[in-house]
C-alpha cells in the first residue's frame, strides 16, 4: 500500500501538460523527474507504476479522479481491486489525493461498470472469476469506462427514499495490455471510508 501512498503524494502541486508514458519506474528517476512526473504520465489511459519493485496499474485520464485497478493478482488467494482518489483539479483542491471509494468500503448503494456503454454491474462487489474474465477481457480492448455510483435520496415530489445518481467518473482506456501486469492486491484492507462531505455535496 505504502508504494501507492507515495506515488499519490508525488503528484500534489505537479503542473499538468500533454503525457507520454505509460511505464514508469519511480525507483529511476531523479528528484526533477519526481517533481514533474505529471508531465510524462499518459493521460489517454492505463500507466504502470512502478516502485520498489512492485507494479500499481494507474488512469489519469479522468482531470479530477485517478483509478487504481488491481486485475493480476500475483497472489491468487485474494481478490482483483479498485481505488478512486481525488486529484488536485477536483473542486479547490482540498481533497487532493484523498480516498474517493474503493472496492472494498464501496458504502454506495449501487455502483455499474459501463465499458462502451455496457454494463457489467459490479465485478468487483462479489468477485467470479469467469465473469470477472469477460470484464477484463472487455476492459482491456475497450475505449471508454463509465463508473456510475448510486446512493439513496429523498425524492421530493413523492417522499419516498429512492434510488439517485451521485456521479458517474469516464476514464480512457488505451494501453489495454498493462492491465495483465501483476500486481499486489493485498491493498485498501484496512482503509477509511470515503470523505462523506465530498460523497454528500458533489
Known amino acids: 500500500m505504502k508504494h501507492l501512498l507515495l506515488v499519490g503524494f508525488l503528484f500534489l502541486g505537479i503542473t499538468s501538460f500533454s503525457q507520454t508514458r505509460k511505464v514508469i519506474n519511480v525507483d529511476e528517476l531523479t528528484e526533477v523527474q519526481l517533481e514533474n512526473l505529471d508531465e510524462i504520465v499518459d493521460k489517454e489511459g492505463w500507466v504502470n507504476i512502478i516502485f520498489e519493485g512492485e507494479s500499481s ?3 489519469f485520464s479522468n482531470k479530477e479522479y485517478i483509478l487504481t485497478v488491481l486485475m493480476n493478482c500475483s497472489d491468487s488467494s485474494y481478490v482483483p481491486k479498485y481505488l478512486i482518489e481525488f486529484t488536485k483539479h477536483y473542486r479547490d483542491g ?12 464501496n458504502k454506495f448503494t449501487k455502483t455499474s461498470f459501463y465499458i ?3 454494463d457489467f454491474g459490479d465485478p468487483f462487489s462479489e468477485f467470479d472469476k469467469e465473469s470477472f474474465a469477460v470484464f477484463h477481457h472487455a476492459l ?10 448510486y446512493h439513496m435520496a429523498m425524492n421530493p415530489e413523492t417522499g419516498d427514499d429512492e434510488l439517485s445518481l451521485n456521479r458517474s467518473i469516464d476514464f480512457k482506456l488505451a494501453n489495454g495490455e498493462l492491465l495483465d501486469t501483476p500486481v499486489d492486491c493485498n491493498v485498501f484492507n484496512q482503509q477509511e471510508s470515503p470523505v462523506e462531505e465530498a460523497v ?3
Open 116 to 118: 462502451d456503454r455496457k
Open 94 to 105: 482540498t481533497y487532493a489525493y484523498i480516498d474517493f471509494v474503493n472496492s472494498v468500503t
Open 57 to 59: 496499474t494507474r488512469n
Open 140 to 149: 482491456k480492448s475497450g475505449k471508454l469506462l463509465t463508473i456510475s455510483f
Open 200 to 202: 454528500d455535496d458533489y
